[in-house]
């Protein structure tokens, strides 16, 4: 947040814009259930005329007692029957509020699924560059947190703003007859409350995004300390009281600010709440004074009293469901500017490239992370030919896995092009394109699923095909460990659910091979070190396996291994995201550069 007074008028014209979520809202429950909104309107309706009906029949009841008591004959059968009629209403009432709880009960369980699964569905639209970007991050973590329940709570409100606007003026129509003034007393006292609730939702709402990312801090926070993979080191290195000491530092601070908005809250409420109980009992005591004084019946006075209390209430119930609704839209329109985040996708139509024997190609490809001022890969460009392999060789932090994200279209370049077939990427048909990639990075998922999900995620058309898992896992060196599982392939993998297996690093870097593997259509073959866990025995067989199956596809493999790289047709290396050198083994150990220097000082640690 800044102060800007740039930002103070886009903060005016938000707050001002910001009731047009309603609509919206409104749209979104009534396609969630039409019938359980239905339900709820009636309900409300009704809901709001019965306490006007009910304080009717109370004079009536009174003013007849009054007769009865006064007469000489007294005729108690219509007493009786009046009040009877009145608990038939305050049935009927019952009735109907248990009816509006229920179906928002209801309505809350649909909507909060709706709402979630619109949330998740977006995020599977967005970019790898969205969750990277911390700002995007706190919108997507807003989102989750507040708004599933945020659009029907908006309608309960405006729901519950008829039903008392219809008690509200059903009361005034009886109150009316008394006097206007008294009717006008009781809106206008309500007022000073309104405008202090309206100011404090205001505030919480810009706490709540300010302080976004300290309690983003804390989730992580919570998750290093309780979780399974954060344990190990947690409790080695005796991180575990500094951490909480740090999480409990920012709820210190949060609280801080949490309690200094309450207390004004309250402190304020109750200030302005005196002027609401002053109006009550001055309007009582002129209630009083005109039954004294014979202008009203007794039963008169009691309706009165009674619609005085009920209808100050209501005054109350109205605005702050009023500045609730604020508070709501708020918390919505922080939803929707989620929802409505422009993916800027470029991608194309095309199945096929002009030229598949070109292969794929990097044309003076740059690229520069979103925030950072120096590039991460700078005019790289390369070509790799059906059926060659090229191997990456560079030290950390020197671009490799860039290189990779963006030959596999996670990212786009920042100027230059990557060509597959003799098309640019970005003309390609996702699906096409990624249908074509096989790759499993060096953080690849540990899916807490069972081993066959593991390995069949690979390629989610055959997830649930055995025998195809059974494929890949022997191409990966899988097979031999799974079988020997309790489960095999039904056994569930990791710690989260109830008898999951823990694999060793190795295990579950050859469960990510296979599941590259299953990509068997894949013509491209893209392995960000993928043995760098596995024993030498396991990775010399991977690789046979490797080599037979990619025949005629375009592999590219980063490793740090040079018994590997040293069988690529063509290798690179990378420093500070420029290539420094290239060829193949032979021609690159001839011109004794770099690759021929780390080459030698490997194969020396060896001997
Ligand atoms: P390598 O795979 O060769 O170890 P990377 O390609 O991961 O290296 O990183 C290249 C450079 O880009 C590094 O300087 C790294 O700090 C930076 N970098 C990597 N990922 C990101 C990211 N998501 N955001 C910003 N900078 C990044």
């Not at 938000?14 to 047009?20: C, D, E, I, M, Q």
């Not at 409790?235 to 609280?255: N, T, V």
């Not at 605005?319 to 508070?327: I, N, P, W």
């Not at 790759?439 to 690849?444: A, L, M, S, Y």
Request: proline share 3%; with cysteine.
């Amino acid at each position: 947040m800044t102060d800007s007074p740039g930002a103070d008028v886009g903060l005016l014209r938000r707050s001002l814009g910001v009731f047009a979520y309603s609509r919206r809202a409104l749209e979104l429950v009534w396609t969630t259930s039409r019938s359980l909104t239905l339900a709820l309107a009636v309900l409300t309706v009704l809901a709001g005329v019965l306490p006007a009906a009910i304080a009717y029949v109370g004079k009536l009841i009174v003013d007849g007692v009054v007769a009865a008591i006064n007469a000489t004959d007294p005729d108690t059968r219509g007493v009786f029957l009046l009040i009877l009629f009145e608990a038939g209403i305050v049935i009927a009432l019952a009735a109907c509020q248990r009816g509006i709880s229920a179906s928002q009960s209801l309505l809350r369980a649909l909507l909060g699924q709706r709402v979630n699964v619109m949330i998740l569905e977006k995020a599977l639209t967005l970019q790898l560059t969205h969750f990277e970007d911390s700002e995007f991050y706190d919108k997507l973590t807003q989102a989750r947190r507040e708004a599933s329940s945020r659009p029907l709570s908006l309608v309960n409100r405006t729901f519950g703003l008829a039903q008392n606007a219809l008690s509200l003026t059903s009361y005034a129509i009886l109150l009316f007859a008394f006097s206007p003034w008294a009717v006008l007393i009781l809106i206008i006292a309500g007022l000073p409350s309104f405008f202090a609730e309206a100011k404090f939702s205001g505030d919480r709402f810009r706490l709540f995004r300010w302080r976004s990312p300290d309690t983003r801090m804390q989730m992580y926070l919570e998750s290093v300390i309780a979780r399974e993979d954060g344990v190990k080191e947690v409790k080695l290195f005796q991180l575990g009281p500094r951490l909480l000491k740090r999480y409990q530092d920012i709820f210190h601070k949060l609280f801080k600010e949490d309690r200094k908005l309450t207390l004004q809250r309250d402190g304020w409420g109750f200030v302005l709440g005196l002027i609401s109980t002053t109006a009550f009992y001055g309007a009582y005591a002129w209630i009083v004074f005109a039954t004294i004084n014979r202008e009203i019946t007794l039963g008169a006075m009691t309706m009165y009293l009674v619609l005085f209390r009920q209808g100050q209430s209501a005054v109350t119930a109205i605005l702050s469901a009023v500045s609730g609704m604020y508070e709501d839209n708020l918390y919505i329109s922080n939803l929707y500017e989620y929802l409505e985040q422009p993916v800027i996708s470029r991608s194309g139509a095309a199945q096929q490239g002009p030229d598949p024997g070109r292969g794929l190609e990097l044309d003076h490809v740059s690229f520069t992370y979103p925030g950072s001022d120096t590039k991460a890969l700078d005019d790289v460009s390369l070509q790799i030919r059906p059926g060659e392999s090229l191997a990456v060789v560079g030290e950390n932090g020197s671009g490799k896995t860039t290189l990779i994200k963006l030959i596999t279209r996670l990212y786009e370049p920042s100027s230059g092009h990557v060509l597959l077939d003799g098309l640019d990427l970005s003309e390609w048909n996702i699906e096409t394109l990624r249908q074509r990639v096989g790759v499993i990075f060096q953080d690849f998922g540990r899916y807490q699923f069972t081993v066959g999900e593991n390995i069949g995620a690979g390629d989610v058309r055959h997830m649930d095909k055995p025998e195809r898992w059974a494929d890949a896992a022997v191409s990966g060196m899988a097979a031999p460990f799974i079988n020997e599982l309790p489960g095999g392939y039904e056994t569930q993998l990791g710690r989260w659910f109830k008898d999951g297996r823990e694999l060793s690093g190795g295990q579950w870097q050859k469960i990510a091979l296979s599941r590259a593997f299953m990509r068997s259509d894949a013509d491209i073959l893209v392995l960000d070190e993928p043995t760098a866990s596995m024993d030498a025995g396991s990775e010399a067989a991977v690789f046979e396996h490797f080599r037979q199956m990619s025949k005629n596809k375009m592999t590219i493999l980063i490793s740090h291994r040079f018994s590997t790289v040293r069988a690529a047709d063509q290798i690179v290396v990378i420093h500070n995201g420029k290539i420094r050198e290239r060829g193949n083994h032979q021609s690159l150990m001839a011109d004794d550069g770099h690759y021929a220097h780390l080459f030698k000082l490997q194969a020396r640690g060896y001997q």
